[in-house]
Structure formats: structure tokens, C-alpha cells
């Protein structure tokens, strides 16, 4: 194994959101519920990865959901079965068992220095990560209900490229790809947020379970990309109109329920479990940089498949698509990269 | 702005769930007061900091539809119609207390209003939520069961079977785990292997949902959903509502267990009914000075209730032996 | 018109009567169908012991089986009668009850009286008591004290098939929590049974025996052994009455005093272990009641205070017997007064 080129100590982050994937849609569509258990054990396994590529420490953000208690009984039991594992250092706050925790947690693992924050959430946890930190590069790993931004991958290999990038075997330019977002404005900065994924525009105005199922309250779709194997709202745009996540631009949706209006009746998985037919009006491009005013006078704007911020007549919501917004780790490039430079190979003498 | 309401209750549900929440609140922090004073006999457990969950999940019911609540009842009861009157002279130990003075507050009931009682014995009404639910499916009239189990209690043998008797059965019944941290002094962290209560629905292959158990709106919306497929025969679910309990366990509780100023952040940020307020002026739907209004009327009416509470007869020796059996 | 049938019998004609009349009654318990979910016959068991086959034939989904749950289901059992239901759940056995006291003495029993008497809870939990099957510590005892012991719960423990069915019908129409215990010695034993339903009243004890020299009171299969006694000590010239309590909550002692003050002699037998059980609770009325009429010593027959034994040979020795409680009777007429 090649040493590691940089010598202060290398860390990581791992936010892992104890209750993504809890929401409504398990009552009405019969989404998947992760176990804390089974979380828990993708954090173990993270973390026996990144200690066998030496990463020597890892910052967890502290829940009250459950994971931090049962890691802490497993690494105890680790410790007696003389396993290696890395130091981990639960960050020191307060959870409060609110979307507040992920983003002071980014906020503290980006002044720590981590070298790369692992996710475990779905495309709202994501979203709560980038949002407070941009520039520390994250890689995901899908524990959610709509999980289009994070992909799925066995963790192992997830933690395989972030050692690699952390240990410094691979450099920024191997390791890393540009990611692009929306950035949500109402009137004119009074209130911010983003999406990695889509800004939904509902009638409904009320956060409530903040999960959105109900096709007659959608009105616009705003989306950095749309695959037609996505699941979820940004599923209309893929099977619409597909945009590549590398793709320059974005794709705006306009949604209507009036046969008077509506172009066309597509169908689309808006949850899982659920197809559901959605009356088009017209679709659009979203070039980079270019504000998009929102239309509806009153309703809520959900980012990444959560109701978040609710407006009223008057007020002005503009939505805009920005490229190269924040890093993530493309672990298929780095792991080819790997591959084909040899990092794991441990001798020579049989090449 | 103000005209159009957002929400999915109208402007009369609206204030009347303000006045619940704000009457169990008054209920509550004046039981505190009058037990510190020593004029409350017994063990009490206030419900303070956790309105929105009784309150929003109530919403749904009807007189016909039951619950099995916990020995935190007191929100329990009066979200389901139990007189406020008639729940202080109980807790008072008086004559005329919904339970003529036998009961107290660990066992405050009125089964016209489908409260089957409050619970001394943690995770008792489960099983007893279970037989509702099992006799509103005889009655075939579209009637629910919610069982209400806080963290601590989740733990035990009764509630986990529960959840099994219900999904073999498909019984329309809603478990719903209040988890406010702290199974009387003990974190829940130490005392629940996996201290999610939604991994222990799926392990019986039900549903389950956590919520923000201090948003309103977040349970109400949640619980409707939960209620109304129970209703039409989807079986039982369970519904996690994260909350915070502003009292201690008990009267008494000195609370040392607690971090440092633990207390005052969740009474300045997780307070329910600060949240509520904030939600619905922000809409324009109920102004600051209605909430107000209905503050001092509450007020009035707690203070009328121990009034009447104090002045009420206590019980005698007559009462003493009878209502132990229909017959004997 | 009456016939003869078993113990086991009038249980299921009790139930099946009771089901056709009133559709609020409901029956559940372990295995009282027999092979729910199982891909051969259903209604395979009927009970453990048979007793509920062939109800299922008749009224379908008003009988449950559950799962091995006894808390739950004991418990929802309770929820669903005090919401307007009449169950009949079947605890399998007596012994179980300690993975769901709490629901029959801290809930059921409890109710009315805590919520002022606003709360009707009509259950009826069936449940097989009593030794010689050979079970064991586990699945022989007979715990019919606790019961009695708890405010609220009443008990019954019949001896015959006559009065099984007639009890057991009161106690479906009864609107108190009912502890409905039957001895798994007598389910085969036969008697007569009329065909038509009745319903036999609380709290009153059967004469079964008139005599006037010793009065045993007891009950279910412990019945069965006073009347052997009675047989051998007839021959000697002794004339016992025996009383059979039927249900011991509520307790018939009018009846009790009035044999004792007729007999002046007291023999007490129960199945159950001695310390605080119903001989003991008897011998103490009588004492404090009719400590005039006494003219002996009270005699208390039941097991040693031993969990029961496995091995034959011991459980023999154990179950108190007909020579026992004849030889109680002997020393109760030599002892005192005369």
C-alpha cells in the first residue's frame, strides 16, 4: 500500500440522519423504513473502511434518534473483539432532533477540517449538508425515501473512494465532480434555501408532515436534473423530458390539473409505490443563472421532497439553476482511478 | 394576506384546538403550582410541553372511537372531552371527580367520551386499545383504537405484543409512542437497545412514522392519515411523536438528571404552543390578540375549576365499599 | 330435558348457547379453533383438551385463536369488554396467569371501582386448574386464592357438569370480570345436563351431602374426594355434610355457618397450597363467626406447601385424598367436646 502523501492526520465527517426515511409515505405508499440498526451498521462499516486506508479519526454528528447510542454499544464491543477502528469523536452539541442538527453539524466538520463529510440520509439530508457547507466535499449514501441526489452503493466502496481522497492517493481533480443546485429566493434574499434535486411549487401552505404525495396541490416543478429512473417529484421531468446530472441547465415543469390548460396526462412515480397521473401544462429549459418567478400567489415550496418554506400574495419567489455549486466524491471515477494506478495493489513482484 | 387560510383546518378548528392545547397547559402548570403548595394528595405527572400530540391526534376522533392513555393523561383527557371540572375535583380526591374521588389522577376515565382511563401500570393500554379496537371492528362502524406508550413504557412485554396482536389481527388501532427522552429519570438512550420506536412497528410489519411531535400541524396531518386508513380496515400503525415534557416526572422531581439548561432551551424553543401561535399569525388566520383572549379565558376557566374543586364535598364512608362490582 | 354428558360437554353447549343468544359474545384463546394459518383442518384442536371443537363450525370468527401472547390477548380480551363486548378468553392454563396478571387484577378487576363506577367490564376468562395430570409445578396448580384474594374479580370453580354449565352461562351474562376455573380432573367426569339453557345465581353454595355429625366444606375436584370419605365414614356410622362452594367470590358463608352451627364440626379441603387460601379463609370466618357453635378444633386438608411433583408416585401423594379427608373428619370428632 503506498503511503499516504500528506502527513497531519486526516479526518472525516459522517452525518447520518436518524429519521430520513420516517416520514408519511410509510403509511400511505409503503416506502421503505431503514432500521437504525441497519444504519447503524453502514457507519460501522464506513468506518472499519476508512480505518484499513488509515484514516486515523472520525467526527460524528450526535443524534438523539438512536444511532449514536447503539454505535456507541457496538464500538464498545468492538473494542473488546480487538477490532481496529478509527477514533470517533461525537461533534459537542446538542441535538435537537430537528433538521438543525445536520446543519450545524456540516458547520462544525467544515471548521474541524474534515477532508469529506460521508452522508447518510436521503436528498433532503443531503440538501441540509450542502446547504451550510459547499465546499467540503460529501459522499452520499441513500438511507431516504426520494433518494434521486445520493446513489446507491454498498458503503464499503463509498468509504473505499473517501479514504482514498482523504489519505491524499487521490487528488482533487480524480476524486471530485461539480454538482449543480437551485437556489430559492423570496423576495429578493428576505429568505433562502436550496435543492440538489427539485423545488416543488404545492397550493397546499402549510409545512405539516412536509411530505408531498398529493398530485392535485402540485403547480411547478423546478429540477437540476430528471432521470427517468428517478423516484419521486423529479420523476416527471425524467420521464418528461430527461437532463443529465452532468448536463449543462435544468428543466422547468408547469403542472396543470385544467383539461382547459393541460397539455398532456403523463404518468409518473411521485413516491414509491406510487404512479400517479399528472396533467402537464408546458415544460421549459432552465438555463444557469437565469431567475424563474414562481406563478402561484400562495402555497409552499418544497425542497427535495419537503414542504419548507410556505408564501403568501405578495410575496415574490424567484428559483434559479446554478452549475458548478458544490463537490462531490465520484467513487466510480475514483475507484476506476484506483484501480487502473494500482492503489490497492500491496506488491509489485507479480505484475 | 390576511382572509386566505393555508391550513387544513378551518379558522373555528383552528382556535377551538388553540383552547385545548392552552386549557391543558393551564390545567397543568396550575396542578404544578397547587401541588407545590400541598393542596394535591398523591402522584401526579403533568402533560405540559406535549399538547400538540394529544391535541392534533384528538382532533380525528369521536366519542365512539377510544383511547388507552398512560399516567401522563391529564392532555390525554381533556383533548377527548373529559369535563375539566369534573378532572380537578378528581384530582382533588373530591365527590362529583369523574371517578367520584376513587380514581385520581393516574386513573381519570369517562367512557361516554371514549377515555378508557388513564394508567398507573406503564404499558398496560395497549393490550385494553387492542380490545377496543377488536370490538369497534365487531361494530363495523368504522371506529379506532389509539393506544398511547411513552418512550419508557415501549419497553415493555405488554406493548411489543400488543403490536403483534394487532397486526395479526388488523386491528384499527393507532400506537402512539410519546417519546419525550426520558423514561421517568432514565435517558432513553440508555434504556432502549434501539431507541427508535418505528424500527419496532417494522419488526411486526406495520408502518410507522416519526414526527415532531411540537408541531401541530405535523401530528395533525400525520395522525389523520394513520387514522383514516385505519378506519377503512389498513390495519394499525404506530406514530412516534419527539416531544419534550416541561414538568418533571412526577411532582416532586427535582429534575437534577436533566443538562444544563435543558429546561429553558425547550421551554424557548420546543414550546408547542409558541409554535402554533407562530405558525397561524404568520398566515394572518387567528391575530396575537385573539390567542390572547383565548389565554385569559382558559384561565378562567382553570381557576373556576379548582374553585369548584376545592368546594366540593369529599367522599364518606358510604363511598367507601360501593362501585366494586356491578353485583356481588 | 336432561342427559348425560361430561363436564367438557356442558362448557361447549354453555358457549354455544350463550353465542347463539347474545351476539356481543365473543370467544378467544390459544389454540380454541386449533390450526389457524395451518394448511390442514381447521377447527383441528377445538382447544387443547377439545373442549370449545366444534364451536368454530358454528359461529365462524366470533371464536379467535391467538397468538402465544397471553398479555395481549388476556388484555384485549378486557379493552374489548369494557367497549361492549361479552368475551370468553381461555387461559390455557391457571399457571399462565403470571405473564398477564396485571391485566385481570390491575385492569379488569380494578375499573369500575377506579373510575367511580362508570365502567362495566363483563369478561369471562376460562381457565383449567388443579393437579393429576401429571404436568407438573408449571401446569397443575391451583390458584384460585389469588383470585379470590383481589377486589373486584369473582371466581368459580364448579364440580359437576350441572352446575359448570349453569355457571358458566351466568357468568357470560354476569357484568363483573369472572375467573371461570375448571378442573382439568373433571372435564370427562358425567352428570346430568338438561338440554336447555340456565343460569345458576353467585354466591350460592350447593349442599351435596346432608349429615349431622361434621361439615366439609370445599370445592370442585376436592368435591369428589369429600364424597369418597363421606362413603367410608358412613360405614362407621358418621353422617358428614358437604358443602360445595361453587363460586368463592362471592362467598356463600350464610350456607357455611348454618351447616357448622348444625354439625358443630369443621373440616375444610382445598386443593390449593394452604398459607392464606380458602380453607384458610373459611376456618377463619367460622372461627370468628361461629366460635360458639364449635365444638372441635377446625381441620384443614390441602397439599403440603410444595410446588406439585412431577413423578406419579409423588403427585399421588400431594392431591389430598378421600382417606385424608376422612381421617380430618376422625380427628375433629375426637378432638373438643362432645
Redesign the interface.
Known sequence: MPTASRTDTPSIGIIANPVSARDIRRVIANASNLQIADRVNIVLRVLTTVASLGVPRVLMMPDRGGIRAMLQRQLRREHNLHHTFPEVEFLDMEPTSTVDDTFLAARMMRAAGVRSIVVLGGDGTHRAVVRECNDVPIAGLSTGTNNAFPEMRESTITAMAVGLYATGRLTPEQALVQNKLLAISINDGERRDIALVDAVISTDRYIGARALWKTESLSALYLTFADPQAIGLSAIGGLLHPVGRREAGGLAVHLSDDPATRRLLLRAPIAPGMVREVGIAHWEPMPAGQPFPVALQAGVVALDGEREMAFDAGDRVRITLRENAFPTVDVARCMQTAAREGLFRLSSSTT | MAGTNPFPLSRDELLKCYRTMGTIREFEDRLHIDFGRGDIPGFVHLYAGEEASATGIMSHLGDGDRIASTHRGHGHCISKGVDVVAMMKEIYGRKGGACNGKGGSMHIADVSKGMMGANGILGAGAPLACGAALAAKYRKKGEVAISFVGDGASNQGTFLESLNLAAVWNLPVLFVVENNGYAESTSRDYGTAVDSYVDRAAGFGLPGITVDGTDFFAVYEAAGEMIKRAREGGGPALLECKMVRFHGHFEGDAQTYRGAGELDSIRADQDCMKKFRAQVTAAGVITADEFKAIDREVLGVIENAVKEAKAAPLPTLADLTTDVYVTY | MARTISMKQAINEALDQEMARDP?V?CMGEDIVGGAGAEGEKDAWGGVLGVTKGLYAKHGDRL?D??L?E???????????????R?VAELMFIDFMG?CF??IY??AA???????????TPVVIRTMVGAGFRAAAQHSQMLTPLFTHI??L?VVCPSTPYDTKGLLIQSIR???PVIFCEHKALYDFQGEVPEASYAIPF?EANVVREGKHCSIVTYGLMVHRALEAAATLAKEGVEVEIVDLRTLS?LDMDTVIESVTKTGRLVCVDEASPRCSIAADISAQVAMRAFGALKAQIEMVTPPHTPVPFSPALEDLYIPSGAQVADAVRRTLKGGKH
Open positions: 356481543r365473543i379467535m391467538t397468538p401472547s398479555s395481549a390477548y388476556i388484555g384485549a380480551a378486557i379493552g374489548a369488554a369494557a367497549c361492549g363486548m368475551p405473564v396485571d391485566q390491575n385492569q380494578k375499573f369500575r371501582y377506579m373510575f367511580g363506577g362508570k365502567a362495566e377486589p373486584g369473582k354476569d357484568n363483573d354466591g362471592p
